[in-house]
């Protein structure tokens, strides 16, 4: 069984922080990879920063330097730190989890996240 939860999505202005958590459910489930994608109005979903499978951390090259991605397995949370946010971060942001065989994956509800002034 496989549940994910996001939070911490907002308003902010450009500039601004924002930290994004997700709550990891997943009994009897070995996670692969997990990370957080994002998806804009008219826009594919994409890879915003994720673990892979060795623990090694991956950005898309617009957030690095921006967001840092981070977890606490002791809690099963999982976070999303935003900083020096812009306009083209406004998105729902999606918890994403994979597991092990091709086709096994799980995606939160989503949490919005609008940079505005």
């Known amino acids: 069984q496989v549940q994910l939860e996001e939070s911490g999505g907002g308003l902010v202005q450009p500039g601004g922080s924002l930290r994004l958590s997700c709550t990891v459910s997943a009994t009897a489930f070995s996670i692969n990879a997990i990370g957080w994608y994002r998806q804009a109005p008219g826009k594919q979903r994409e890879l915003v920063a994720a673990?892979?499978?060795?623990?090694?951390?991956i950005y898309a090259d617009s957030v690095k330097g921006r967001f840092t991605i981070s977890r606490d397995n002791a809690k099963n949370l999982m976070y999303l730190q935003m900083n020096s946010l812009k306009r083209e971060d406004t998105a729902v942001y999606f918890c994403?989890?994979?597991?092990?065989?091709?086709?096994?994956?799980?995606w939160g509800q989503g949490t919005q996240v609008t940079v505005s002034s």
């Open positions: 673990f892979n499978s060795g623990g090694s951390t």
């Open positions: 994403h989890i994979e597991g092990h065989q091709p086709g096994d994956f799980y």
